[in-house]
């Protein structure tokens, strides 16, 4: 048989550093420990006491229950002494610097994340570091961050999977495992201007889009002329940050004097979360104040009904609910 060296060659160094180490390690204490088995068979009756006896001196632990008596025994031990015991400690070192080397490249955004249905959060801003604080709660949540400009995130800081890159680079997902996502939120990058922060999100939105036709998308969209785009691109939800932000704005201008309506929007979202329901026959031809009465026994506020593209948020009590119509609640968060 034919054996192709270079192959071998090629095979062997494309292995792990760490492993090709362990693997020389095995195959040296194997032939130490064969050595001294035909050596000094009284002593050693099989070749895994021979083995035994190798790694306990190649590591310095020295039990004693095997010795070698005899001068080719002991040669065989000083050869073992100056080739294994130097290859084990070489090898434990290894080991401890790519344990190190692995978690620098981790904060460093280097290492490919090889989960799946987790989250990947796209730019790093106060938006998303408080995104993420309010998401981990959950533990079995896997968070993976996406971005260009920041340098290191240690792990400790933030429990996340860093990837650095450009999020609209096909290898930048693919390190991100993005076809294998629950989710994805892309937040708009504030320290560009308004055009140029939502042509990256779209941008990054085709990429995403190209690489899992199925992940729900939802991207921060700064200019309202941008929407149409952003849909077109293959976003499912948009985020309007700056006609959120103008109306709660408008309210805290002209509120009372006995209502807090910024705080009470932040506690209202941390607490509850939306729930959207088709009207089905059972409950058609119903009131609103019937359907409102029932849902509170299952703490359930309900705010209004959408019918068709017309929003009617707090409406008349005596409003008779149509099928089709899509119930707009409250529920606490599970």
């Known amino acids: 048989m034919n054996i192709n060296f270079e192959l071998v060659k090629t095979v062997y160094y494309r292995i792990p550093k760490v492993i090709r180490l362990l693997m020389t390690v095995f195959i040296l ?13 009284a002593q050693f009756p099989t070749i895994f006491d021979g083995i035994w006896w190798a790694f306990v001196t190649g590591a310095t632990v020295g039990y004693g229950d095997y010795v070698p008596l005899t001068v080719r025994g002991k040669i065989v031990a000083v050869l073992l002494f100056l080739t294994g015991g130097a290859l084990l400690a070489y090898y434990i070192s290894t080991l401890s610097a790519v344990t190190v080397e692995r978690e620098r490249n981790l904060a460093k955004g280097k290492i490919a994340f090889r989960g799946m249905n987790h989250l990947v959060f796209i730019g790093w801003n106060d938006r998303t570091r408080q995104l993420i604080e309010m998401t981990t709660k959950n533990e079995t949540v896997k968070v993976v961050l996406i971005d260009r400009t920041l340098q290191h ?5 933030h429990p996340v999977h860093f990837i650095h890159g450009d999020p609209a680079e096909d290898a930048v997902l693919e390190k991100a495992n993005i076809s294998k996502a629950k989710r994805v939120v892309i937040t708009a990058d504030i320290s560009k201007k308004e055009k140029q922060a939502d042509n990256l999100a779209i ?18 969209i700064l200019s309202k002329s941008q929407v149409e785009n952003a849909l077109r691109a293959g976003a499912n ?3 309007r ?6 109306a709660l ?8 004097k006995t209502a807090t309506p910024f705080e009470d929007i932040l ?3 941390t607490k509850q979360q939306f729930h959207h329901s088709k009207v089905s026959d059972k409950l058609a031809d119903k009131t609103f104040y019937e359907i409102a009465a029932e849902s509170l026994k299952e703490q359930r506020i309900i705010l209004g009904i959408l019918r068709g593209d017309e929003w009617k948020m707090n409406p008349s009590g005596n409003l008779k609910l149509q099928k ?3 119930i707009i609640s409250l529920t606490p968060w599970n």
Request: aromatic share 8%; glycine share 6%.
């Open 203 to 220: 941008l990054t939105t085709v990429a995403i889009r190209g690489n899992n036709p199925d992940v729900p998308i939802i991207v921060e």
């Open 249 to 256: 704005l408008f309210h805290e201008l002209l509120r009372v």
């Open 241 to 246: 940050s700056n006609d959120f932000m103008s």
């Open 153 to 157: 995130l240690p792990n400790q800081d």
């Open 267 to 269: 506690h209202l979202l």
């Open 237 to 239: 939800t948009i985020i």
């Open 324 to 326: 089709g119509d899509i």
């Open 29 to 41: 204490m194997f032939l130490f420990g064969s050595a001294i088995h035909f050596v000094e068979p």
